[in-house]
T-cell receptor
Framework: DAKTTQPPSMDCAEGRAANLPCNHS???????VYWYRQIHSQGPQYIIH???NNETNEMASLIITEDRKSSTLILPHATLRDTAVYYC??????????????FGKGTKLTVNP | NAGVTQTPKFRILKIGQSMTLQCTQD?????MYWYRQDPGMGLKLIYY???????DKGEVPNGYNVSRSTTEDFPLRLELAAPSQTSVYFC???????????FGSGTQLSVL
C-alpha cells in the first residue's frame, strides 16, 4: 500500500509553474520524500528528494511542510516535455534493503500549449 | 556510459513458456530491482538484490525467480508464463538503498 496520496491528474499552461501536491501524513522521522516522473512508457526518472528542508536542483524544487505531512513538487516553468506521470514516494533510509519501495498511481500532469 | 540496459524490448510468450529478462548496469551499483507495471497502474516491486549473491522478495514475487551472480547482471526468470504476467517490466539500480534509482527502458511482455 502506498504511503502517499496524490491527485490523479492536473493541468498546467506552458511556461507557468506546475505545483504537484503529495500527502504523506504517516511519514516517520527518518523517511525521505522522493519524486520521480515517467514520460509516456519510458522508465521512471529521478527528480529530487528531501528529508525536511526545502530542496532545489536543475529540474525542480521540493517544498516540505514543517510537520512533514505533505510536500509540493514545483516545476518553475513547465514545458510540453514535462507532460508525464509524477510519483511521490516515501522511502526509509536504511541499509540492507528491508523497506519495500512503493510507487502509487501518481499524478498525470498535462502541460498545455 | 549506458546506465541500465534491458533486453528484449518486446516479447510475446505462449502460456506455459519460459523466458529470462536480461538486465545489466555499468555503474557498479550494489542495489538492483525488478518492477512490473500494469496498464494505468504504478510500479510494483517483484524482487531486489543488495549485492552479488543476495536477493530478496518484493511485493509480487510469485511466478518469478532471480539470481545475482555478478554486480552487473540481475536477470528475471519466468518459468511458466501466465496471462497475468502480461505487463511492462522495469529493471533499476542504485548506489545505495535510499539513493536515486536509475531505470532501464523496460520490457513489454505479452502472454497469450
Amino acid at each position: 500500500d502506498a504511503k502517499t496520496t496524490q491527485p490523479p491528474s492536473m493541468d498546467c499552461a506552458e511556461g507557468r509553474a506546475a505545483n504537484l501536491p503529495c500527502n504523506h501524513s504517516t511519514i516517520s522521522g527518518n523517511e525521505y520524500v522522493y519524486w520521480y516522473r515517467q514520460i509516456h512508457s519510458q522508465g521512471p526518472q529521478y527528480i529530487i528528494h528531501g528529508l525536511k528542508n526545502n530542496e532545489t536542483n536543475e529540474m525542480a524544487s521540493l517544498i516540505i511542510t514543517e510537520d512533514r505531512k505533505s510536500s509540493t513538487l514545483i516545476l518553475p516553468h513547465a514545458t510540453l516535455r514535462d507532460t508525464a506521470v509524477y510519483y511521490c514516494i516515501v522511502r526509509v533510509l536504511s541499509q540492507g534493503g528491508s523497506e519495500k519501495l512503493v510507487f502509487g498511481k501518481g499524478t498525470k500532469l498535462t502541460v498545455n500549449p | 556510459n549506458a546506465g541500465v540496459t534491458q533486453t528484449p524490448k518486446f516479447r510475446i510468450l505462449k502460456i506455459g513458456q519460459s523466458m529470462t529478462l536480461q538486465c545489466t548496469q555499468d555503474m557498479n551499483h550494489n542495489y538492483m530491482y525488478w518492477y512490473r507495471q500494469d496498464p494505468g497502474m504504478g510500479l510494483k516491486l517483484i524482487y531486489y538484490s543488495v549485492g552479488a549473491g543476495i536477493t530478496d522478495k518484493g511485493e509480487v514475487p510469485n511466478g518469478y525467480n532471480v539470481s545475482r551472480s555478478t554486480t552487473e547482471d540481475f536477470p528475471l526468470r519466468l518459468e511458466l508464463a501466465a496471462p497475468s504476467q502480461t505487463s511492462v517490466y522495469f529493471c533499476a539500480s542504485s548506489a545505495r538503498w535510499a539513493e536515486k534509482l536509475f531505470f532501464g527502458s523496460g520490457t513489454q511482455l505479452s502472454v497469450l
